[in-house]
């Protein structure tokens, strides 16, 4: 509607922008330019996919929608494309997922592993849960406390001293595997289930550096 400001002033009823309101038909077409946008149910899948795959670190088939796995079935590769050109990151694909590989450690909130202490001990808590029981598999509070305990008996000149500090090395090892959904809470307390993308950063390679992390000594190791 259009309004003229003067005395005995009228209002003119656009009627085809009055239709875009209430029709969804009209509305899409509007906002496609005229192109077909595809169905309500469609768009609403396709905004749901490219979500998940930017926001999340990992994004696995379960995780998805039917309408959401039916439309990245037929469009896989142009949801692909769109990915890579807004980003410049590679897609990294597997049976059970995908997930958006970043080309600097800058251009994501949770880089790993960091070249920290708590990073390395986390890392090798991963290794030694997927070596044992495998991706996909449930593991429990003992299980992750067990690893938790063998890494830090293993890599003793790693652990910095807030580490060193009761359950420490298991606590830092639960909150940020949990964060990258490395490890996820499988309905039951003290019930985690090691993902897919566990597989990933088995059997590290961990070399020594000339100083140890957060502190300043010699000789101690970092997975990369």
């Keep these: 509607m259009s309004r003229r400001d003067a005395v005995g002033g009228a209002y003119e009823v656009r009627r085809e922008l009055l239709l875009r309101l209430v029709d969804p038909a009209s509305l899409r077409a509007a906002l496609a330019g005229g192109h077909d946008a595809g169905s309500p149910h469609e768009a609403a899948a396709r905004?749901?996919?490219?979500?998940?795959l930017f926001e999340l670190p990992v994004v696995l088939s379960e995780d998805l929608t039917a309408a959401e796995r039916l439309y990245l079935t037929g469009r896989r590769h142009r949801v692909l494309t769109w990915c890579v050109e807004m980003t410049g990151w590679q897609v990294e694909q597997r049976l059970e997922g995908m997930a958006l590989i970043a080309a600097d450690e800058a251009d994501t909130d949770l880089p790993f592993p960091r070249l920290r202490?708590?990073?390395?001990a986390a890392l090798m808590v991963l290794?030694?849960?997927?070596r044992t029981h495998g991706a996909g598999a449930v593991v429990t509070a003992d299980d992750l406390g067990s690893a938790a305990d063998e890494v830090r008996e293993r890599h003793t000149r790693a652990m910095t001293n807030d580490l060193r500090v009761g359950d420490a090395v298991e606590s830092e090892a639960r909150d940020l595997l949990g964060a990258l959904d490395l490890l996820r809470p499988?309905?039951?307390?003290?019930?985690?289930?090691?993902t897919a993308a566990a597989a990933r950063y088995r059997d590290p390679r961990v070399v020594a550096v000339n100083a140890r992390l957060d502190e300043g000594e010699k000789g101690d190791p970092i997975g990369t």
Excluded: Q, S
Excluded at 117 to 120: E, G, I, P, S, V
Excluded at 186 to 194: I, V
């Design 47 to 52: 905004i749901g996919l490219m979500r998940k």
């Design 117 to 120: 202490a708590a990073d390395f």
């Design 127 to 130: 290794d030694h849960l997927v």
């Design 186 to 194: 499988n309905g039951k307390p003290g019930e985690w289930r090691l």
